[in-house]
């Protein structure tokens, strides 16, 4: 049986460790004690909502990866017995300032450009789809959008590697080591135990594992808020709602994500001065939210490349197989993930979806 080390202990980690055992290797998962940033995260999983202009290639990605979501879900369920909680509500963009319009219109000139169009509609007609909308100026219905609960999943996850066989090590510090001709051979954790697989995936958030290789991993620090609804109280909201300073994210009957700051930072502190920006936009789109429970303020660093797309694949030179680099889209993209998995253990080739994601690219960068 061929053995595998993967380094790393979050929702794309946990992805790669029970596909490859699930396929018969022998798996060794050695996870960090710190909170990965996939759990706090809002967990969106909106292709068209996330386009961007600037980067055109991105979007068949997210539009791929969001594709892939159903299938994956149902092999997670199944696998570890736990539903992790997918949902395709829709989302609404919408102005919730008259500055804003302009913004949205732009993005739906954006999605036109990519061959989805999106109508605008006005304030009265978004408040009749979610009565609990402040008074926005309109917006943009997105309707094939969803959401997927990160720590359900993370959960789910776990449950369905340990139920095949992944086994956890718990370690502080890590290291890649690379053997004859250079190939990656093992890894040594901070205790100084040497984890030899003959497949190593680096599948981590920032800081990546000294020396880690090819791709170059930079900390972009979100801060988030999980409001809490009471047992009494209906949801205010049904579907995902943006505006271009903040979402708003609920989550089954119980809880609603409001996120999330973008900063180039790598400290995990919570500010008085994003909780209440976070508040005060979130408030202006959905009045109702100010009487919920604020129950938990949380921040961690999202790890991201130079070029903003995740390193998914084979790094020609060491042998590893990276799995970083998600950035903003971690939780959506996991699809992709899961896809180049299954094709490098089948030998396969790189599915198209995955074409630009190759670790290769960095090969300059780290000249």
């Known amino acids: 049986m061929s053995s595998v080390v993967v380094v790393g202990g979050g929702p794309w980690a946990r992805l790669a460790a029970w596909r490859l055992a699930r396929a018969g290797r022998d798996v060794a998962l050695i996870a960090g004690p710190q909170t990965p940033a996939g759990a706090v995260a809002a967990g969106m999983l909106g292709p068209r909502s996330e386009a961007d202009e600037r980067d055109p290639a991105l979007y068949p990605l997210l539009a791929a990866a969001f594709a892939g979501w159903p299938l994956l879900a149902d092999e997670v369920a199944a ?4 539903d992790p909680g997918l949902r395709i509500c829709g989302c609404l963009h919408v102005a919730a300032r008259r500055e804003h319009i302009a913004a949205i219109r732009h993005h ?12 605008w509609l006005p304030g009265s007609t978004l408040r009749e789809l ?11 219905l997105l309707p094939e959008e969803g959401e997927i609960d990160p720590r359900r999943l993370m959960a789910a996850l776990v449950r369905a590697g340990t139920r095949s066989g992944v086994r ?27 984890h030899r697989g003959d497949t190593v995936v680096v599948a981590v958030g920032h800081p990546a594992p000294p020396p880690a290789g090819l791709v170059p991993i930079r900390p972009v620090k979100g801060q ?4 809490r609804v009471p047992p009494d109280a209906d949801v205010p909201l049904i579907r995902t709602v943006r505006t271009p300073e903040v979402y708003v ?10 996120g999330a700051t973008v900063e180039e930072a790598s400290d995990r502190r919570v500010t008085a001065g994003a909780a209440l920006d976070l508040l005060e936009a979130a408030v202006a789109v959905c009045p109702e939210l100010r009487e919920l429970e604020l129950h938990e303020a949380s921040a961690a660093p999202r790890p991201a490349t130079p070029d903003g797309r995740p390193a998914i694949g084979r790094d020609p030179h060491d042998g590893v ?5 998600g950035h903003r889209h971690g939780i959506l993209l996991a699809p992709l993930v899961a896809q180049g998995i299954d094709a490098d253990l089948r030998g396969a080739p790189i599915p198209a979806a995955l074409g630009g994601l190759a670790p290769g690219r960095f090969a300059a960068v780290r000249a």
């Open 79 to 82: 696998d570890s017995g736990t």
């Open 108 to 119: 739906a000139a954006a999605l036109a450009a990519l061959g989805t169009p999106a109508e």
């Open 130 to 140: 979610e009565p609990g909308l402040g008074g926005v100026a309109g917006g943009l």
């Open 168 to 194: 956890t090590v718990d370690a502080v510090g890590v290291e890649v080591i690379r053997g004859d001709g250079g190939r990656a051979a093992a890894v040594r954790d901070g205790q100084g135990r040497v």
């Open 224 to 227: 988030i808020l999980r409001l």
């Open 249 to 258: 994210v609920p989550r089954r009957a119980e809880e609603i994500a409001v």
């Open 321 to 325: 197989f990276w799995a970083a680099g």
